[in-house]
């Protein structure tokens, strides 16, 4: 079974260590929550992963595959997806434009190839009926579910989550959950990064909890929340999901 694995990861800026040691496993078909505090950590970590910071000491492997020194360009040839929490679609382009825009680098398919994934993402993220609008038309729940869409073009063995629950009302809450958990039963394995902890947990098989700088605490949801230091430092003692 494929794992993504980030292994004893450390980064300081201007001499103060704010990523300590961090080790982390992803499995192909799991969803797997990284939380924890502001100033914790956990975004430099997640952001190592992904490629847009550069590990001061560690590893980055998916199998036998070296991540470590690649770009996000060189991550994503190699199976990483990656879902900003920024608006990353087109705003002046269509839904199928800004989907066919990611299709159009994958030059192993053919024209015909292309058009018929299209139509299938499309499909399978119930958007057929949005395709001529422009991205900047779009709700904030319509916008990820394109956004999601993009990051499935490439075929992705993992998808890596930044903030999936920001700016979307209650209700696409709901959708983008059952999104997620339609990845997993895709095989896709999903690392997740959110402030909102209530719906991540939610979904999470497992979590990693930031603090100072290093994991406090790894487990189920309720391994987790029945930590005496994840509920001291971050959940509160009131906590519930």
Do not use: W
Not at 38 to 54: D, L, P, Q, R
Request: hydrophobic residues 40%.
């Amino acid at each position: 079974m494929p794992t993504l694995l980030a292994s004893n990861l450390a980064k300081a800026y201007k001499g103060r260590e704010v990523v300590k040691d961090v080790s982390l496993s992803v499995e192909s078909g799991q969803i797997v929550g990284l939380l924890g505090p502001n100033g914790a950590g956990k975004t430099t970590c997640f952001y190592m992963i992904v490629g847009i910071v550069t590990a001061d000491r560690g590893r980055i492997t998916l199998d036998d595959k070296e991540l470590t020194g690649l770009s996000m360009g060189g991550r994503a040839r190699q199976g990483i997806g990656y879902l900003p929490q920024e608006a990353s679609i087109f705003r002046k382009l269509s839904v199928s434009d800004n989907i066919m825009a990611i299709l159009e680098t994958r030059s192993e398919l053919s024209r015909q190839q292309r058009k018929a994934k299209l139509e299938e993402l499309l499909q399978e993220l119930h958007i057929t009926h949005i395709r001529d609008s422009a991205g900047m038309a779009l709700s904030g729940g319509e916008r990820r579910r394109v956004e999601i869409a993009r990051a499935l073009a490439t075929e992705p063995s993992f998808i890596l989550l930044d903030e999936p629950f920001a700016g979307v009302d209650p209700i696409s809450v709901g959708d983008i959950k059952n999104i997620i958990q339609h990845l997993k039963d895709l095989g896709i394995g999903v690392l997740i990064t959110d402030h909102n902890v209530r719906e991540t947990l939610s979904i999470c098989e497992k979590a990693y909890i930031v603090g100072e700088g290093h994991i406090i605490s790894e487990g189920s949801p309720e391994t987790v929340l029945n930590n005496r230091k994840v509920r001291d430092i971050y959940l509160g003692h009131q906590f519930v999901l």
